[in-house]
Structures are given as C-alpha cells and as structure tokens.
C-alpha cells in the first residue's frame, strides 16, 4: 500500500471526500474483515459478522437523528434516484396527490417521477429565479398525501435553514447536507439520502421512514420496491450492497466518535463562514444565491470577469485543488464542504483566491 | 496491511470468493485510485479515470460474451431482485404474456414480481421434485412476449447445460454461473447477473440487452426502472455503484488476462468433477440432484446418514473450509466452486470428505 505523497483538497460534490481514517479501514476490509482471514467482497452477507455491520449501520442512523423505533432505517441500492420513484409508489394515493417544493434540478426530477405514479401539486418553486433561492411562506395542503422538499440543492448551492410545520407527513431528500448539522428528524415522515456525499461512498442509499405512514396506498407492489419488504427483510431482503453499507457505517463511526453532529454542525459553520467571507471581500470573485439561503455544503460562486475564470482554474493546481468546477449545468466554482473536509483545506482555498486577487486584480 | 497468517477455503454461495489480486488492487484503489492521490471511494464518477473504467466495465462484457454493437451493457443497483420487476416493466405488454421456465426459489420469484405487472405462464416446472433437476421437451409459445429462465439454480444446485431455441426473445438470469462457460450469448436478447457470485463484489447487476426488444410495451415508465434511460446515460443516468463496478472490472480482467472464457470453464469442469467423483464414492455423502443437471458452481450433498452432519460441521474445521453450509431452506451441504476458487481448495475438501470417511465410517 503505498503512501500518499501529495496532499489533495478535495472538494468534489458527490462523491465526494471521506475521512482518511475511514479509507484505511475499508482497505483494510478488502483484504481481512474482522480477522476473518476473509476479505469483506466475498463473504456472505448473511454472515454473523456482516449481520453486526448491517445492524449497527441502521441502529447509529436512529441515533444521530434521536428517534425511537417508530422508525426504521434501510440502505438500499439505486441512489435517491430511485427514491424518486419509490416514495410516491409508496406513499402516493390514486386519488389522492403529493405537494412538492421545487427547490432545482433534483427536486426536479423528483417530481417528474411522482408524476409518473400521479398527482402531484408543486406549491413553490424558485424556478424563476433560477433556483439561486429558498421559496418561503408557502403553505403545505392539509388533504395531500405527503409532501417533498430537498434539504440541499447540490447544484445551486441553496440550503433549507428551516423546515415548515407539516401537516401530512414530510419527505425529505437529504442526499447532500444529511448529518451535517442539527435537524429535528421527527418533524419527518421519510429522510433518504445517497450515501456519497456526507454518509459514505456511492452504491447504497439510506431511507428512514415512519412505519405508519406505510401501506396505505392499494397498489399492488413490486418487492423490491416496496418499503415494507425491506424492513422485514431488516434490510437484507436480497444481498446489500455489502462494502458501500460497511463504509457508511465506518463513516458513521467516524462522526459519533469524534462528537456527533453538535462537533461537525460547529466545524461546517467554520469551514463555510471562512469561504463566504473571502468570496464577499474578494474582488475578483461573487456569490451566486441569496446569503440567507447559502449552502454549508456546496458553496457556489463566480469570477467577476469572464476572462479570470481559466486563469483561476490554472491558478488553483498549485494548491492541489481538486474538485472545484461548478456543475455542468450552471458553470463558475462550486466548493463543497461536506463533513470529512478539514478546515486546512478551506483554508489553502482561501489562500489561492487571495493570492489570485494580488496577482490579478491589484 | 496484515498478511494472511492462513489459507482459508472459502467456498460461500455469494458473496463469493474473489481472486486474490483483485482483492488487494480493490484495497489499494480505496486509498489511492489511478495515482490520482486520492480514493476512488472519494472521486466524482464523472471524473475521466473513472468513466473509462465504466466504458472498459462495460465493453469486456461484449468481449466476454462475443456479441456485437446490437448490444448494451449496464450495471445497476438493486440486485438481481430489481431486474426480477425491470425484466417485465421493460419487456411484458398489457396483452400479452411472458413464458417462464421455473427451476427453483429465484425463478419463483421472478415470476412472482413479472404476475404483479401482467400475464405469466409457467410452461415447465420442476417443482414436484423439489427443483432438483432441469425440465426439458418443453415448448416455448411463439406469441409470448418473452421466455425468461435461470442458467443456475444456487439453491438447489441444478444448471441448465443446454439452451433452447427460443421464437421469443429469451431472458437469462445468470446471476450464478455467468462467465463460468462457454455459451452462446447471441442466443439471448437479455441476460442479467447480480456481480456477487462470478463477477465481483455485492452491490451491481450487470445487465446486456439487445436493444431491439426495448421500448414495445408502451407503458409510461419510471426513469430508474427504464433500461432506455440507463443506456442513454451510458451507465450513469445517475451516480452508479463506483467501487463495485471497479471490483466487477478488476475480477473481469483476471478472467481475461488468464485465458478467458475457455480456460476457466476447463478449470471449472476439472473442480466440479474431482468433487462430485467424491460424492459418489464416498459411503458418507450423496447428491442431492438429477446427475445430468449437476451444477458445475454449486455442488449440493447430504451425509448418508443424519448423525454424520454434525460431525461433519466440526471435521472440516481443521481444514480451514468455509462456506458449505446448504441454504437454509434446503439444509445439507453446497460447496460453491466459483471462477476464483483454486482447485486447491476442492482437493482440500475432498482429502476432508475421505479422512471423514476413514474416522467414522470404516
């Protein structure tokens, strides 16, 4: 195994940074898994051993989010994407409809796979705004079936700093800010969110759902795709994704053992508060939402000259800055600042934008 | 990174054994993947080191299997179980009706999850002797909107050695003995595999379709379940399983760089037959199924008497045997001989199965 000679900041949005602790742990797995003598990729998943990972996998979930067992917590595969379409396939009435908030292109699709299964009504929207804001003063219909927000807009770099008082059960999609600070988890219904931004790598999907929102829709359901089957499978009603669960509980770990979310909610606040400030002083650089609703975790913003932008995309390699383009879909810089990056690599960004700023616009 | 202080034979149903130098290139890849300095369990998919490795996961399938561009091939979340509904979402019309061949508990459940969606007639069983051999001089209907069989029964240890020829477009769930032979892939015009058993890791299904057959049902389709989707997004319509891809192509390049297709079945042949000449002289054990359909990747047998098995449980301990514990519905033992498993290992069992005879049965 050999040793990593450079030090990289990673910001990418998804997947994205892991704690280095946690990376030697699931090499370590490839090879022996809890002196076994057996790697982790070719045992059984029924194994003892493994049944222990899948267990304290879902148990820390209930844990972090502090509720009891009218809860449970699946990872399955798929990605949110495929949440997309098991909520409403679960949740969504024939007659009834789902209330959505669309908050970008995540959001998005979320309710065109909804529309698919039925109806749904998009009570706000910050479409016109080109999603650089947070809709608010909405109100959520008391005769929907549920209703659906996202926690954080990956792409956009908007952030839900409060969430309503629900009167139908509320679904969040937390794929992108999950565990990165304090939320009232049971002011919601169902939580899912894709392990590979702040819970582990890509390959499985964690859902906590209240089981007595289950089962009330008449369709006739596929297996695999009904919420219910799963947890009486405890999760394993078919093979996991047996390595993406065991990272994810590594990283898990990783977040308990270090303080929990009160720790890592402080450290985001510091990471994020440092990179806004210099984006607001810094003149060759600008914010692209509105400050009320930045993100903690995917920081957006642009040069304030066309011309800067490949100057600073070169600019930026001398760092080991790594991860940095905005998505495909809206240009500029997007930084994400998801749990396991260290301040230090925040602040080596700031460095590179203040140096830029000497170089180029003094 | 410990050294192994043992040799164990794993002979586990699936997950299963992995070779070993892919298990140590998959832990160095968890730590520094493609001398990128950073984990693949960290980097964006769209990252360029790792769209080829799903471009190369993807084309050394069509190698593999000798088929031409009239092909896709994807890897998907979810498990084989998943494409036990996606196989008819994608393929059974409202009319119509999909002919099923049943051979064991995975059939079953594939025909379970296609009557949900539509018409499905068995039109062969062999469940009056519980599974235990493959059913043949059955007719495939000419007006079925597809025939869907298993190649491998895991459970109960039958394997279909040869295919008929279909009128209708034949489905192949192969989860458990894909690329463990020789097989006339064009024959199909969709096969699927969970990766766990010959391919790779748990956590993707690898699915080869032709895509003719797509896009006839003219049911409005959920974007997760529509392989159109998938295809268009060559793989990434979303974020994919990264790691288990990787570990899939790593275990696909073993295959290859050894000698293919040709050489591993010649090996898979010698291993199977070295067991099963065991069984059936050893006074102490017997198989369970039709000689004919003996599976060449799981070997199922019981002890002549009932007082052996628990004898038989502790024997093989000594050994360092792992793994061949019968399924829990079916009891007995199963040694799973797959692609990774080195003759060595079977030499070893067998030597146990003789030594067990000599203690307690002479």
């Known amino acids: 195994m050999k040793t990593l000679t450079q030090k990289v900041h990673n910001f990418s949005a998804g997947p994205g940074i892991l704690p280095q602790e946690v990376l030697q742990e699931a090499a370590e797995a490839c090879i022996n898994f809890d002196n076994l003598n057996l790697s982790l990729l070719e045992i059984s998943h029924r194994s003892k051993n493994y049944v222990k990972v899948m267990d304290e996998a879902r148990q820390i979930v209930k844990e972090l989010f502090e509720v009891g067992d009218e809860y449970e917590v699946l990872y399955l595969g798929g990605g949110a994407s495929l949440q997309f379409a098991m909520v409403p396939y679960n949740l969504l009435t024939e007659n009834g409809y789902a209330a959505y908030l669309n908050t970008g292109v995540w959001a998005s699709k979320a309710i065109k796979e909804a529309s698919i299964l039925g109806n749904v009504k998009v009570i706000a929207s910050s479409e016109d705004k080109k999603f ?10 008391s005769d929907a079936d549920y209703f659906h927000c996202t ?5 956009y770099g908007t952030e839900m700093f409060e ?6 059960p509320m679904v969040c999609d937390m794929s992108s800010d999950i565990f990165s600070r304090k939320v009232d988890a049971k002011k919601f219904a169902l939580i899912y969110a894709g392990a590979q931004k702040n819970m582990g790598p890509a390959g499985c999907t964690m859902v906590m759902v209240r089981k007595d929102i289950l089962g009330k829709t008449g369709r006739k ?3 695999m795709l009904d919420y219910r089957v799963h947890i009486k499978g405890e999760s394993m009603y078919n093979t996991p994704p047996v390595f993406p669960v065991y990272v994810t509980l590594l990283t898990l770990r990783w977040l308990k053992r270090n303080g929990g979310i009160s720790w890592i ?4 606040k510091k990471k994020a508060e440092m990179l806004y400030q210099e984006i607001d002083r810094n003149t060759c650089f600008k914010g692209t939402v509105e400050k009320e609703d930045r993100s903690r ?5 642009v040069t304030t000259k066309p011309e800067y932008e490949p100057l600073f995309d070169e600019w930026v390699k001398q760092y080991n ?3 940095i383009k905005g998505h ?12 396991a990056l260290p301040l230090e690599s925040v602040e080596v960004l700031v460095e590179a934008m203040q140096e830029f700023e000497k170089k180029y616009a003094s």
């Open 132 to 141: 650089t804001y947070i809709p608010k003063n909405y109100t959520i219909p």
């Open 151 to 155: 926690s954080n807009n990956t792409i």
């Open 163 to 168: 969430f309503p008082d629900s009167p139908v």
């Open 221 to 223: 359901m596929l297996s």
């Open 265 to 268: 909610e402080e450290r985001n």
């Open 297 to 301: 975790m995917n920081v957006c913003f």
């Open 321 to 323: 800055i790594s991860g």
């Open 328 to 339: 495909r879909d809206v240009g500029g810089y997007r930084a994400s600042l998801y749990n």
